[in-house]
Nanobody
Framework: QVELVESGGGSVQPGGSVRLSCEVR????????LGWFRQSPGKERAGVAG????????TYAASVKGRFTVSHDKAANTLYLQMDNLRPGDTAVYYC?????????????????????RGQGTQVTVSS
């Protein structure tokens, strides 16, 4: 059984950086879309970034493009989200998520909230 275990998060001032990690535990077969979505109080879940385990092809939400970087370490089977130039609007609980897919699939950021495999979530607070 595959399990996603997140770490990282915390509080940071505007303009600061945070890196989230998500370890994919258990035996995985084939290819996956891995990604991150977030949820703020009173708001719907919003996709942040997605990445394909085959070729590392990534997509981002417009609101984070150029500030956030998603990556996947195949050897460690760990997903990362490097968040730079953080803004108060980035405050949310961040979740990693996964979905088994074919090699030629695109991993769209906006689809990540629909993935059935999810981590426990980690809080990121951006405030001065």
């Amino acid at each position: 059984q595959v399990e996603l275990v997140e770490s990282g998060g915390g509080s940071v001032q505007p303009g600061g950086s945070v890196r989230l990690s998500c370890e994919v535990r258990g035996q995985t077969y084939g290819y996956y879309c891995l990604g991150w979505f977030r949820q703020s109080p009173g708001k719907e879940r919003a996709g942040v970034a997605g990445i394909h385990t085959w070729d590392g092809g990534a997509t981002y939400a417009a609101s984070v493009k150029g500030r956030f970087t998603v990556s996947h370490d195949k050897a460690a089977n760990t997903l990362y989200l490097q968040m730079d130039n953080l803004r108060p609007g980035d405050t949310a609980v961040y979740y990693c998520a996964a979905k088994a897919v074919g090699r030629g699939s695109w991993c769209y950021a906006h689809e990540t909230p629909s993935y059935t495999l999810r981590g426990q979530g980690t809080q990121v607070t951006v405030s001065s």
